[in-house]
C-alpha cells in the first residue's frame, strides 16, 4: 500500500465517523423539534381521566370527540371565519402598498430614492406605538372594528416595498418603453403588465405577511373589546385563560388552530424558505 | 437624481405620483403620526379608557420610571431586556449557524430537517407558547424527567427559572429563520474554494476558519442585526406564556403592554415614556452592534 492510498484510507475513516456523527445530530436536532408536537397530539387523545392518571404515558383510549368538544367550547369557528377575513384583507393591504411603493422606487421613476429607501428602513427601529395607535383608533371611532383592526395591520408593510422594489428590477425596462409606446398610461401599465410580471414578489409578500397576521396575538388582543370579532390567536389564548387544568383540551384546540397552518406549509415549505431567504437578501 | 426620473417613459407623472403617494398616506398617518404620538403622550397622563380627562405632566413619566420606589424593578426590567436579547442573540446564532453547517452537509434527510426546523415559524407564538405550556406542566413529561431524579419544578411558577424557559422556548421557535438565512449564506460560497482548499491539505477545521467564516461575515451582520433588534422589542411570547403583571419576565417591549393594557393602576401615558426609553435603548445598542459588525466585515 502506498503512502497515497494510506492517506486516502485514514481520510475515509475519519469522514465516515464524521458522518455517524453528521447522522445522529440531525436525529437529535429533528427530533427537538417533532417530539414536542408528537406530545400535543398524544395529549390531545387523551381523556381528562386517563390524563390525570397517566400524563406522559402512550395514549390508551383515543378520545377523537376532544376535537369537536374543543371547537364548539372555543368557538374557534367565529375566530377562524375572523381570522380568515383578517388575513386576506390585511396581507392583500401588505401587498398592495407595498407594489405600489416599491415597484416605481426599484425601477427609478421616483426622485431621492436613497431618502424613500431610508424611510423603509427605518420601520425596523420605530418605536413600540401599540398605545398611540390604540388611542388614534379611538378617537377615529375605530377601536373594537373590523376596519381598525385590519388597517393596522395593512399599514405593517415591513421590508415588503423593498422585496417588491428588488425584484421589479428583474422585470425588462423594454416593457414599459413599448406600453408607454402604445400609449398606455402609468397607471393602465402598473395594471395590466407590472402586477402579472411581478407576481413571484407579490406572492411572497403576501404569503410573509399572512403568516404574521395569521399570528399576530398583541393587536388582536388591544385593538377589540368583543371577543366576537377577534382573530384565532387571540381566542386559543383566552381560552387557555379558561381552561388552564384541562390540559386535553387545551392540546387539541391547539392542534385546531395549528393544523390549517401545518396544511399550508406542507404546500407552500419550500416556496416559503425560498421567499424568507429572498426577504432578508433583498 | 434628474436623470433617474428622466428614464420615466409615460406621458404623464399624475398615476405615479397619486398611487406613489398616496399609498403613505396610511403608512404615514398610522405607524408615523403614532410613532410621534408616542412622543407626545409620554408626556401625559392618558389613561386607557377612552373620553376620561388627561392632563400634561412634563417628565413625570420618565422621572417614575427612575424614581426611588421603583428604580429597582425598572432595572430588573431593563436588565431582563439585555439577557433576554442577548441569550436570543447567542445562543440562537451560535446554535443556528452549528445546525445550518450540519444541513449544509450532503446527509440524507436533511431537506426534511430544515423543513422541521423552520416549521415553529409557520406555528405562530400562541401555538408554540401552548406546547411548551403543556410540555412543561405540572404534571408533564419534563416533570416526569426530574421526578427520576427525586426532584421537582413549577417550571413557569418559579421566579427564579421562568425567564429562562421563556428565553428557552422564543430561541426554540426563531432558530427556523436565522438558520435558513445562514443556510442561504453558506451555500452563496463557491464549492470549488473547498476543493482547492483540500488539495492543498486543509483540515475541515482550516477550511472553516479561513473560507467559511469570513465568507459568512455579511450573512452573519444581517442575522445578527435582525436578532438584536427582534430580541431588544420582542415580546409577544412573555405575554403568551406569562401574561401580564410578572416583573421576573418583564422586558421593557412587555412593560410598554402592561403599563398600556395590563390590570395594574399605571397610565398609557407611562407606558408610551417606557416605549420611548426603549425606543433609545433600541437605537444605540443597534448603532453600536452595526458598527462593530461593518468593522469586522472590513477586518475579515
Redesign the interface.
Known amino acids: 500500500m502506498s503512502v497515497a492510498q494510506r492517506a486516502m484510507g485514514t481520510i475515509r475513516r475519519r469522514t465516515r465517523v464524521t458522518q455517524v456523527g453528521s447522522y445522529v445530530l440531525l436525529v437529535l436536532l429533528i427530533l427537538s423539534f417533532v417530539l414536542p408536537l408528537f406530545y400535543l397530539v398524544n395529549t390531545s387523545l387523551k381523556s381528562f381521566q386517563e390524563y390525570s392518571i397517566n400524563p406522559n404515558g402512550l395514549v390508551q383510549d383515543p378520545q377523537w370527540a376532544n376535537f369537536p368538544a374543543a371547537w364548539e367550547k372555543g368557538k374557534f369557528g367565529t375566530y377562524f371565519l375572523n381570522t380568515l377575513l383578517y388575513t386576506f384583507a390585511g396581507a392583500g393591504g401588505v401587498t398592495l402598498l407595498s407594489m405600489l411603493i416599491g415597484f416605481p422606487l426599484g425601477r427609478g421613476y421616483i426622485s431621492r430614492p436613497r431618502i424613500w429607501y431610508g424611510v423603509l428602513a427605518s420601520f425596523l427601529f420605530l418605536p413600540s406605538a401599540i398605545v398611540a395607535q390604540y388611542q388614534l383608533l379611538i378617537a377615529m371611532g375605530l377601536y373594537n372594528t373590523r376596519i381598525g383592526y385590519i388597517v393596522i395591520l395593512a399599514i405593517g408593510v415591513g421590508i415588503g416595498p423593498l422585496l417588491v422594489a428588488g425584484f421589479s428590477q428583474s422585470v425588462p425596462r423594454e416593457i414599459d418603453e413599448a406600453a408607454a409606446m402604445d400609449g398606455a398610461s402609468y397607471g393602465r401599465y402598473l395594471w395590466t403588465f407590472a402586477l402579472p410580471l411581478m407576481k413571484p414578489a407579490l406572492a411572497t409578500v403576501f404569503l410573509l405577511s399572512a403568516v404574521a397576521i395569521w399570528n399576530d396575538i398583541i393587536l388582536g388582543t388591544i385593538l377589540f373589546a368583543d371577543p366576537g370579532l377577534w382573530p384565532v390567536a387571540t381566542g386559543l389564548n383566552a381560552f387557555k385563560g379558561v381552561n388552564t387544568t384541562d390540559w386535553p383540551l387545551l392540546a387539541a384546540a391547539t392542534i385546531i388552530v395549528a393544523i390549517p397552518l401545518i396544511a399550508l406549509y406542507v404546500f407552500v415549505q419550500r416556496y416559503l424558505v425560498n421567499a424568507v431567504v429572498g426577504a432578508i437578501k433583498g | ?2 436623470n ?2 428622466a ?7 399624475g ?2 405620483r ?3 403617494y ?3 398616506i ?2 404615514l398617518f ?10 407626545v ?1 409620554s408626556f401625559t397622563d ?1 389613561r ?1 379608557t ?1 373620553r376620561l380627562p388627561w392632563a400634561w405632566v412634563g417628565f413625570d413619566n420618565y422621572t417614575d420610571f427612575f424614581n426611588a420606589g421603583r428604580l429597582t424593578s425598572s432595572l430588573t426590567v431593563i436588565q431582563n431586556t439585555l439577557v433576554y436579547a442577548g441569550l436570543t442573540v447567542l445562543v440562537g446564532c451560535g446554535l443556528s449557524l452549528g ?1 445550518a453547517l ?2 449544509n ?1 450532503p ?1 440524507k ?2 431537506t ?16 408554540i407558547g ?6 412543561f ?1 405540572v ?3 419534563i416533570q ?1 424527567l426530574l421526578g427520576w431524579f427525586g426532584t421537582r419544578s413549577n417550571f413557569f411558577g418559579d421566579p427564579k427559572i421562568a425567564f429562562y424557559l421563556v428565553i428557552f422556548v422564543v430561541i ?1 421557535g426563531s432558530l427556523g ?1 436565522t438558520t ?2 445562514f ?2 449564506g453558506l451555500q452563496a460560497i463557491p464549492a470549488e474554494l473547498y476543493e482547492v482548499a483540500a488539495i492543498d491539505g486543509a483540515s ?1 477545521r482550516q477550511a472553516f476558519r479561513h473560507i467559511t467564516w469570513p465568507l459568512l461575515a455579511p450573512t452573519f451582520t ?1 442575522n445578527l442585526l ?1 436578532s438584536v ?1 427582534g430580541g431588544l ?1 420582542g415580546y ?1 411570547m412573555i ?2 406564556l406569562m ?1 401580564t403583571g410578572r416583573p421576573y419576565t418583564e422586558t421593557l ?1 412587555m412593560a ?2 402592561s403599563a ?2 395590563g390590570s395594574g393602576t399605571t397610565t ?1 401615558g407611562f ?2 415614556a417606557v ?2 426609553i ?2 433609545v435603548l ?2 444605540v445598542i ?1 448603532m453600536v452592534v452595526l458598527s462593530v459588525l461593518r468593522r469586522r466585515e472590513v477586518k475579515l
Open positions: 437624481m434628474t433617474a426620473t428614464l420615466f417613459p409615460f406621458r404623464r407623472r398615476a405615479l397619486i398611487t406613489f398616496g399609498a403613505w396610511p403608512i398610522f405607524l408615523f403620526v403614532p410613532a410621534v404620538i408616542t412622543f403622550l392618558i386607557r377612552p445546525i450540519l444541513l452537509k446527509l434527510g436533511r426534511f430537517g430544515r423543513a422541521v426546523v423552520f416549521m415553529p415559524t409557520i406555528l405562530g407564538v400562541t401555538v401552548l406546547i411548551w405550556s403543556i410540555i406542566s404534571y408533564g413529561p416526569g426554540w429563520t435558513i438565512i443556510l442561504a475541515p444581517t435582525l433588534i422589542q409577544s405575554y403568551v401574561g417591549g410598554v403592554f398600556g393594557f398609557q407606558a408610551a416605549a420611548m426603549q425606543f433600541v437605537g443597534a
